[in-house]
């Protein structure tokens, strides 16, 4: 090992002042003990990795405290990826317990879980890649945790296996728990490999309050591609915003509660585009859907089932060539439908709907399924019917709206798309202000529950991973649900992680305060220019 000249950095993703003078700074090569590198770190400092393959062999474990004054940074060097490779799949590549700390541009493979946080607060995962792991990509589930301010943003997460979630954040039944943390500008894709399980793209469990799940890519998953469940009291409602979906193996979005959802493109799901339904303590309330565009095939675009409380269905562009486009169910007095336009017609509910027509009403959209898909509006349906009151303050590119406002993800424009076209990759943002093209916009979205539709047969996850000697291991796997999508779960981990129960979905064929951490992360955040990989060295 061998000891670096000192520089500071610019610390954009941090809460900080926006430069942070490291303690030390140290950088390592491949071949060199990374873990012990790692162990020796003290608030402030910083560890470069160099580019090459670290192997690891043995237990990793990161123990580290840092300070919102002295954060410790891990990071690749400049221009290189280090790839840290676990061969052992009975084994997690790391088990991190971490507070105000930051790993940057790292590659992981290997393993059982990928990453594996333990008690952790103010973690940073950024413009890292997880992949080829033999069971969930990262993980957050210690029972009687709660996780406070991580910020998972800019990762590429593929090829899992086993139960093989990109992301499994919480435990069932409000065993542990994310809270005000930011899951933006992640690439999910190909959690449906041959040995998945379950496989959901990011998935949010019960108890879980604050979060935002903001303009991520998420595509080619077994399960939903984004799954949250119910508050359950414990703060405020998480945000799912901005996010664009396809090929997801059952819902795209699934929710029970406490969510607010918009600016979301979903071009296929195997079950409904957006499915709002009873699962575990949970049922449909305290939810709002606004200006969402939904273009699928062979499925329902919104579904309601077993409402208990408000929720609103409002100004979603909703394109079903099976339909309906919205299908309504519970308690139909607390269903509040409004300005919405689609294809496929409504059942059960009343009004705030019309027909429209898929080829006048966007630039050229069709039920392929993915992508290629231009779900821009033309001008028409779409254009200014949108009912004020429910529109957010910007679009999927993260640009003002019109007003009057517009029905969907997007702000019409005569000349067609200024942003990201959609594809496989990273999300870019149009440049507004002279800056980059993937800068951050504010606001946020709830979360889904999971469970799956009436009559669903699909499995909830049981315990069955069992740590191995090194305190790793992945989840478990499926044990069953009722028809009602309840979850059975059957205990946690041996290491006393809560397992993984999965959403128990699977089927045969205006938002809330943000916690004070999300709100300053709002402000602090700066736009970087993303290269073609997924990994950005400071």
């Known amino acids: 090992m061998k000891r670096a000249a000192f520089f500071g950095i610019g610390m954009g993703l941090w809460l900080a002042a926006p430069s942070v003078s490291h303690a030390e700074t140290y950088e390592i090569a491949a071949g060199d003990d990374i873990e012990a590198a790692i162990a020796m770190l003290q608030a402030g400092d910083e560890l470069v990795l160099g580019g090459g393959m670290y192997v690891v062999t043995e237990l990793f474990t990161v123990d580290l405290v840092g300070s919102e004054a002295q954060p410790i940074l891990i990071r690749a060097k400049d221009g290189e990826v280090p790839h840290v490779h676990r061969p052992d799949a009975n084994q997690n590549i790391v088990d991190i317990n971490a507070q105000w700390v930051t790993f940057e541009g790292i590659e992981w493979s290997g393993g059982s879980a990928g990453i594996r946080i333990s008690a952790s607060e103010h973690l940073t995962i950024s413009n890292c890649e997880v992949h080829s792991t033999n069971d969930v990509a990262v993980r957050a589930n210690d029972g009687g945790v709660t996780y406070e301010a991580l910020h998972i943003t800019g990762n590429e997460i593929h090829d899992t296996g086993n139960t093989g979630e990109g992301m499994y954040l919480g435990c069932n039944d409000n065993g542990c728990r994310l809270a005000n943390s930011v899951i933006e500008r992640n690439w999910v894709h190909h959690t449906n490999g041959p040995t998945i399980t379950q496989g959901d793209g990011i998935e949010l469990k019960e108890g879980s309050y604050g979060n935002i799940i903001r303009d991520n890519v998420i595509h080619d998953t077994n399960y939903p591609c984004i799954l949250t469940y119910s508050a359950v009291g414990n703060g405020e409602a998480n945000i799912i915003e901005g996010n664009a979906m396809w090929n997801c193996g059952d819902h795209a979005i699934q929710s029970a509660a406490d969510s607010v959802i918009r600016n979301n493109i979903i071009l296929s799901a195997n079950a409904s585009g957006i499915s709002l339904q009873p699962h575990q303590s949970g049922a449909p309330t305290n939810i709002v859907v606004v200006n969402n565009t939904i273009v699928v095939p062979g499925s ?203 959403c128990g979905c699977r089927t045969d064929g205006g938002s809330a305060p943000l916690g004070a951490f999300a709100l300053v992360m709002l402000g602090a955040l700066t736009r970087r220019q993303r290269p073609a990989l997924s990994l950005i060295h400071i």
Not at 341 to 366: C, I, N
Not at 386 to 413: H, K, R, S
Not at 487 to 492: K, L, R, V
């Open 300 to 502: 329902r675009a919104i579904n309601i089932s077993g409402a208990v409380g408000p929720v609103t269905i409002a100004n979603n562009a909703v394109y079903s060539e099976a339909g309906p486009a919205i299908m309504v169910g519970g308690d139909l007095g607390q269903v509040d439908i409004v300005s919405n336009v689609g294809l496929g017609g409504m059942s059960g509910g009343r009004g705030g709907y019309v027909d429209g027509d898929l080829v006048a009403d966007f630039v050229d959209a069709g039920f392929h399924g993915g992508t290629p898909n231009d779900v821009f509006p033309a001008a028409g349906a779409l254009q200014g019917t949108g009912n004020a009151e429910y529109a957010p303050e910007t679009d999927f590119n993260g640009l003002p709206i019109n007003d009057p406002p517009d029905v969907g993800a997007y702000a019409y424009g005569p000349d067609g798309n200024p942003g990201w076209v959609l594809q496989a990759g990273f999300k870019e943002f149009p440049d507004i202000d002279g800056g980059d093209t993937d800068g951050d916009t504010a606001g946020g979205t709830d979360g889904d529950t999971s469970g799956g539709d009436e009559g669903s047969t699909g499995g909830g996850e049981s315990g069955g991973g069992v740590d191995d000697s090194n305190g790793s291991g992945g989840a478990g796997s499926d044990s069953g649900v009722d028809a009602s999508g309840g979850e059975a779960s059957s205990g946690p981990d041996a290491d006393g992680s809560q397992e993984d129960d999965g």
